[in-house]
């Protein structure tokens, strides 16, 4: 699986759109990138997906480079609930497991 | 809609007990895995079951197994608990079966919290 490499914490302020960045180099061409968050003590939370394309849903927006070399997650609107650790990770569709890193701490300052 | 349960909650057990984590899914999906969590660490795969009958080993498998009883249930077993073995245990789901799962967002319980004395 490729390696990532996110920042260790962010802040944004509530309200605002929170972008999140994440470097993959070393992807190769069938290859997803996941996105995924832990709110405190709870279990992660599935957020978006995808391969080559942009993606959207009600949570977030999934912005792949079109080197596909590094992605951007997109919280439009921000709020204190969004305060979590979020991780980035990259895997082969064929793979039977996914390893998480150590992720981006995201604070939303009121 | 239960999702992903995990009993229990919370433990505390004497170095050398034994105990069972139990995680069962309602949403027929093929794969479940076995993850802990270190203060302030990511998640390490400690087991994972591609579908029903497989388990195969994670990034930490020593000093634990696994059972995958049928399709609903995954039970981690610490045969002789250590120290280094207090965590927060998270079970979690896929649908993908196989080695077609990348592609598949997992499901997760809301842990297990173990501490070992």
């Known amino acids: 699986d490729a390696k990532t490499t996110q920042p260790t914490s962010m802040d944004c302020a509530e309200g605002r759109a929170a972008n999140l960045p994440c470097n993959h180099s070393t992807i190769s061409g069938n290859e997803y990138v996941y996105w995924y968050r832990q709110i405190h003590s709870q279990g992660p939370q599935y957020i978006i997906h995808g391969l080559k394309n942009n993606e959207t849903n009600e949570m977030a927006s999934l912005i792949i480079t079109e080197d596909r070399k590094s992605s951007t997650l997109i919280l439009p609107h921000a709020t204190l609930r969004d305060t979590a650790v979020y991780y980035c990770i990259v895997t082969y569709s064929s793979a039977s497991k996914i390893i998480f890193g150590s992720g981006t701490r995201l604070s939303i300052r009121p | 809609n239960a999702g992903v349960t995990q009993t229990p909650k919370f433990q505390v057990l004497k170095t050398g007990q034994s105990m069972t984590l139990q995680c069962a899914q309602d949403?027929?999906?093929?794969?479940m895995y076995w993850y802990r969590q270190d203060p302030g660490m990511g998640l390490r795969l400690i087991y994972y079951s591609a579908s029903e009958g497989t388990t195969d080993k994670g990034e930490v498998p020593n000093g634990y197994n696994v059972s995958r009883l049928n399709k609903r249930e995954f039970s981690l077993r610490l045969e002789s608990a250590a120290p280094s073995q207090t965590s927060v245990y998270f079970c979690?789901?896929?649908?993908?079966?196989?080695?077609?799962?990348?592609?598949?967002?997992?499901?997760f319980g809301d842990g297990t919290r173990l501490s070992i004395l």
């Open positions: 949403m027929n999906h093929n794969s």
């Open positions: 979690a789901s896929s649908e993908g079966q196989g080695f077609s799962v990348g592609n598949q967002p997992q499901h």
